[in-house]
């Protein structure tokens, strides 16, 4: 009892001392209509706005909760914090609400509602300090724990008045929202701090702003508004702040999009601004090589076959790559099969490394993009069959085959010998097949086996100044690779360069934004970036009146970029490669 007696007295007697030394004369913090408060655990300084303080009851950890001086939270966010030295009290008002506090019965009150005094509050070296996830919500403030600083950022806006119902008995929701700076450049991004909450904890649903914009580019005072809702429909009162604008450029409504749009998202011009101008970008320079010593066989013609037959057929030894794209033209459903032939002396092995198989699909126009991802993910394969001697086996064979369905299939293949492949579509796959199946006519597509089935580009990704582009895919400045039909005992070119992988190398880029643009029609892909694959679009197809889809940015740190792309089956060429240099921006 005598113990607690001491504690009592000593408690009383630094209460007393309370409202008058929290902080220093000089130190007083200042309200403001809104406020941007630093502590630093157990550190002195603080922050509140421009203005540094000093105070004598530093922030703290008491059983893992964050404790802030009461006093000086008061002070800053405009609310009395007042010592009763009569009834031992002490009172806080933040809008809306009376809480007191008695040290000497532990107990704390919260418009006359009983609280437990150690939930809430403490006394730590004389000075009250309250919990500030607690009186947070009484204050309508927000906060940020930063635990490698041991930094407190606490964000207040005053609360509006009027909040509580009493025909309701609810309080209504209150808008509140404060921005990173006072005035902003022309384009710059307006950074917009929620600090909207309902006392009543109901929850936030719903959100509506009036003039909000991420960021404005004429000069002006640009009056922004926010109402929110609870659950139950109340409405709050609209919160309105003036954003200023000085006329100071920063960056442009066109180059805006470039350097703050979601990866994924389209950068829309007008139809002028985009044919004048990015129809006519300069190309970056690059070093090409065309990679030789995997064959590249095409099955493409006909496309759309009407009658059972081979597709195409040749014969290859060592690395290969098999290519197929086809529709069912018949009225009926139809097997497709990969038969390889061994017509040598000695067993020969066929060994999978990579493939992008898509099974007969309705979706006719758009595998081609879904078989492109499976076959750039690079995915590690290890299959392998053995062919005997003077013997055929099927290296593939597609489940049903329905009229109208496509198929489009990559394979990269190993052997130790030559093997004839033979693409056949048949009504029922048997022994006797291959013997018996005629050779289709060519209808136009691409068809023929081509010794390039790699194209390196060597780009300067570092000193180029100016929007640039690559064009893939125009049979001009990317030309298309040469190839020979042994069906047809033709020389043939790879129209498209279906089946053919670009690798785009730079080392060192500088900061930039990558772009797509579709400018052939419509397309439907994907393209790896820095071993990251990314959708073109994520859904749907895209034309060059939906703009350029933004694909990545560099940082300007990487040690190089490396794009890997292969044209997908029923998409149009050619597609440009917009390379947009960022500037590193305050």
């Known amino acids: 009892m005598v113990q607690w007696k001491k504690e009592v007295s000593l408690l ?9 030394v929290i902080l220093p004369a000089q130190a007083k913090a200042v309200s403001t209509s809104s406020s941007l408060i630093v502590l630093y655990l157990d550190n ?7 203005e540094q303080l000093e105070l004598e009851s530093p922030a703290t950890i008491i059983k893992d909760k964050t404790f802030v001086p009461a006093k000086f939270l008061g002070d800053s966010f405009g609310f009395p914090v007042v010592w009763d030295d009569a009834a031992r009290t002490i009172t806080m ?17 919260i418009n006359g509602e009983e609280v437990p005094f150690d939930t809430v509050a403490a006394i730590k070296n004389g000075k009250l300090l309250v919990k500030l996830t607690w009186v947070a919500d009484y204050m309508g403030a927000k906060y940020t724990y930063y635990g490698d600083s041991r930094k407190v950022e606490i964000v207040h806006v005053p609360n509006p008045g009027g909040i509580y119902d009493p025909g309701k008995n609810n309080s209504n929701p209150v808008a509140k929202f404060t921005t990173h700076k006072e005035k902003y ?3 710059e991004t307006i950074k917009y701090i929620d600090l909207s909450y309902d006392p009543d904890a109901e929850g936030l649903p719903k959100f ?33 702040k003036n954003i200023v604008v000085e006329d100071v450029p920063y960056l442009s409504e066109a180059e805006y999009p470039v350097y703050h749009q979601s990866i994924g998202s389209f950068y829309k011009l007008d139809w002028s601004t985009l044919t004048s101008y990015f ?16 064959k590249l066989l095409v099955s493409d013609s006909p496309e759309t076959f009407t009658e059972p037959g081979i597709l195409y057929q040749d014969t290859v030894g060592g690395k290969s790559r098999l290519y197929v794209d086809h529709i069912n033209g018949t009225d009926k459903k139809m097997t497709f099969a990969i ?11 066929v060994k999978t490394t990579n493939k992008g198989e898509v099974w007969p699909s309705v979706y006719a126009n758009l595998i081609g993009s879904e078989a492109s991802v499976d076959f750039l993910l690079g995915n590690t394969y290890n299959e392998k069959m053995t062919i005997p001697p003077k013997d055929t086996l099927v290296y593939r064979q597609l489940p049903d085959f329905y009229p109208g369905y496509g198929v489009n299939l990559f394979y990269d293949l190993e052997t130790d010998g030559d093997v004839q492949f033979s693409f056949v579509a048949t009504e029922e796959l048997s022994a006797e097949t291959l013997s018996q199946s005629k050779h289709l006519a060519f209808n136009g597509h691409v068809r023929g086996t081509f010794d390039v089935s790699e194209i390196k580009w060597d780009i300067d990704g570092t000193s180029f100044t100016k929007p640039s582009r690559l064009i893939i895919g125009d049979g001009k400045t990317d030309p298309f690779v040469d190839g020979y039909d042994v069906m047809r005992k033709e020389n043939v070119k790879n129209g ?19 772009m797509l643009l579709a400018r052939g029609g419509v397309f439907k892909g994907p393209i790896k970036i820095n071993g990251e694959i990314q959708s073109i679009p994520y859904s749907g197809v895209i034309t060059a009146f939906d703009g350029m889809q933004i694909l990545h940015r560099t940082t300007g740190n990487e040690k190089s970029l490396d794009i890997e792309f292969t044209p997908p089956a029923g998409s149009a060429f050619p597609v440009d490669l917009i390379f947009y240099p960022l500037d590193d921006l305050d």
């Open 185 to 187: 450049r022309l384009g």
């Open 208 to 240: 509506e702003w009036t003039g909000k914009k991420d960021a404005f580019f004429k000069a002006g005072t640009y009056p922004v508004s926010l109402k929110v809702s609870d659950r139950n429909g109340n409405v709050s009162k609209a919160f309105t």
């Open 279 to 294: 129809y006519n970008l300069p190309q970056l320079t690059k070093d090409v090589t065309n990679v030789t010593g995997r």
């Open 12 to 20: 009383t007697a630094l209460m007393v001392l309370l409202a008058a």
């Open 339 to 349: 038969l390889a032939t061994n017509t040598t002396d000695k067993p020969i092995t």
């Open 93 to 109: 008002q933040p809008p809306g609400y009376k809480i007191v506090l008695s040290s000497d019965l532990k107990k704390a009150y």
């Open 496 to 514: 498209g360069n279906y089946g053919v992988v670009y690798k785009i190398h730079a080392d060192k880029p500088r900061k930039m934004a990558i």
């Open 44 to 50: 002195k300084q603080a922050f509140v706005n421009s």
